[in-house]
């Protein structure tokens, strides 16, 4: 079975400051990723999903930028991030038709 | 466009009451419903989920049937437990195999 690994768990980042979540996938190859982020008193917004290595696409316009240097790492970042870039971030897999497996999380906070 | 409404929270109930929370939807055609549960700490688990009209998903005494007649798919438990406590994410898969969520809904059981 799937299993994501999301770190750090927790981060507390400066406006302006760069930013660099990873997240890595195990007991699949080629899974569709996804970023999601759960801003805070909403649901979960997909930010960007990747079918491929070097494969990015983006939901909505925002301040990050998402990358795949390897089948089985995501990573998302931003270079100056904003005080609307705190929320909740998930990284989510998708194996063929089956279902999803989210990682644990990350919650950052943008002061 | 596939779009969830949920039920705003949060949520309050004592042990062994009765848990409703309503999630209606908005797609194209019959998607695959979900729901999802994120305990303290951790991230999205699945709960139960539906994959056509009058499917019944249940799991760990959750129950949730799809209706097609009133694009909805209710989340019901006859007797909560305080390890019960968690946020409740209604989801919809799209045809591109995304999911949209809904805001998710806060529940907490006191002893």
């Known amino acids: 079975s799937q299993t994501i690994h999301q770190w750090p768990a927790t981060l507390v980042q400066p406006v302006g400051s760069p930013l660099s979540l990873e997240c890595t996938v195990e007991?699949?190859?080629?899974?569709?990723l996804y970023w999601y982020r759960q801003a805070a008193g909403r649901g979960l917004q997909l930010l960007f999903y990747?079918?491929?290595?070097?494969?990015i696409s983006s939901e909505v316009p925002q301040n990050l930028s998402a990358s795949r240097p390897q089948d089985r790492q995501f990573i998302l970042s931003s270079k100056k991030l904003l005080l609307s870039d705190s929320g909740f971030y998930l990284c989510a897999s998708l194996q063929g038709l089956g279902g999803y497996t989210f990682g644990s999380g990350t919650r950052l906070t943008v002061v | 466009g596939n779009s969830v409404t949920q039920m705003e929270g949060p949520v309050t109930l004592s042990e062994e009451a009765f848990l409703t929370i309503n999630c209606t939807y908005t797609?194209?055609?019959?998607?695959?419903l979900f729901w999802y549960v994120q305990y303290p700490g951790e991230g999205l688990q699945l709960l139960l989920k539906a994959t056509k009209a009058d499917d019944k998903g249940s799991n760990k005494g959750f129950e949730a049937t799809y209706r097609k007649e009133t694009t909805s798919f209710h989340l019901e438990k006859g007797s909560v437990q305080v390890s019960d406590s968690a946020v409740y994410f209604c989801a919809l898969r799209r045809d591109d195999y995304k999911l949209s969520f809904g805001a998710g809904t806060t529940v907490t059981v006191r002893a």
């Open positions: 797609a194209t055609g019959y998607p695959s």
């Open positions: 990747s079918v491929g290595i070097g494969q």
């Open positions: 007991g699949t190859s080629n899974p569709n």
